[in-house]
């Protein structure tokens, strides 16, 4: 094993020891976890709060069967201070970002996380080192949902739940491809957040001008919908995608969307791979592009954050280990 500084045996967490709710969350001591021969072991510096690390916490999600201790957090960033025998993709002192969700050894919250290389990215040289930290899943979840409605550049695109964690990175990754945005967002700083980063056309998801205003910005129709928020179900709006449109969800939202008569829904869960976080770094590298983390946390307030991160927020939630 490869590596430059002497590593402890024992590290903070935000951990669980049974599933439950959010008052399970606390600090403790626990192992550092032993790398595998494909395994990288990552100092984290910053870790992202998913809205779904509540549902992790209760058991609904893939990695329900983890050992306990479970350490959370689904994404994060840090540098590489050791590698398994048979890494290839990165060496000691790398700054990378990467994907935990499913993780059985730990996540993000804690001083240090064990990744199999295949889960790990180099940060874009166009996005900060604390930016990373919450990039990996709601950047993969935002990429493959672009990837599932096969758009071509210049067609028009409607974004519900576009200011929040995977829906504002989508945006600007639509912007990257070519793609007219309209960008439905919650409340009025999400509207002005999505006109920042780029949206031809914005409106506040509950407003009575919703319609009126979507219609006048593709008076033909929608070629695709990309619905990262389940609101009030978006019936209406999505019957403004033309007839071999498509409209590409991730499993999990809700209310399910549904399409109106013509138009392929697509539900999917995003999974990350190399070849994932490499189109999605080349995407960034075009830009401009940025993680909007609007709020951060100590490791400390873990409980807290994934409590605030389930209201309204803008952009991504951060932990500083």
């Known amino acids: ?30 192992p550092v976890p ?7 072991l990552v100092e984290v510096a910053t870790a992202g709060v998913g809205e779904w690390e509540a549902d992790r916490i209760e058991g609904a999600y893939q990695d329900a069967k983890a050992k306990f201790p479970r350490v959370l957090g689904s994404d994060g960033a840090g540098t590489v201070v050791a590698t398994g ?8 002192g790398d700054r990378v970002y990467g994907w935990a969700l499913g993780n059985p050894k730990a996540g993000f919250f804690a001083e240090y996380t064990p990744l199999h290389e295949s ?35 210049g067609q028009s695109l409607i974004i519900f739940g576009a200011s929040g964690g995977v829906g504002h990175v989508a945006l600007q990754l639509a912007k990257i491809a070519g793609l007219r945005v309209f960008a439905v967002a919650s409340k009025s700083d999400g509207v002005r957040l999505v006109n920042k980063l780029g949206a031809d056309g914005a409106a506040e998801g509950h407003s009575a001008t919703l319609m009126s205003k979507a219609r006048a910005f593709a008076p033909n129709g929608y070629a695709g919908a990309l619905v990262f928020a389940g609101g009030r179900g978006w019936k209406r709006e999505l019957e403004m995608v033309k007839r071999g449109g498509r409209i590409a969800c991730p ?19 995003a999974e990350e791979s190399p070849g994932e976080f490499d189109r999605l770094n080349e995407m960034i590298a075009r830009g401009p592009f940025q993680v ?14 994934i409590e605030d991160v389930q209201q309204h927020h803008l952009g991504k939630f951060e932990i500083t280990v």
């Open 1 to 30: 094993m490869a590596r430059t500084q002497a590593i402890p045996r024992q590290m903070r967490a935000a951990a669980i020891d049974h599933f439950g709710s959010l008052d399970e969350i606390h600090i403790e001591q626990v």
């Open 34 to 40: 032993k790398l595998g021969k494909r395994d990288i």
């Open 85 to 92: 025998d048979a890494v290839e993709r990165f060496t000691t």
């Open 119 to 153: 889960d790990a990215a180099i940060i874009p040289d166009n996005i900060t080192f604390d930016q990373a930290g919450a990039l990996a899943v709601a950047g993969i979840t935002a990429l493959q949902g672009l990837e599932q409605l096969e758009l071509a550049e």
């Open 251 to 269: 499993n999990g939202v809700s209310p399910t969307p549904v399409a109106p008569r013509g138009v392929t829904l697509r539900m999917y869960d």
């Open 292 to 305: 909007v983390v609007s709020r951060k946390y100590s490791l400390d307030e873990a409980a807290q954050a």
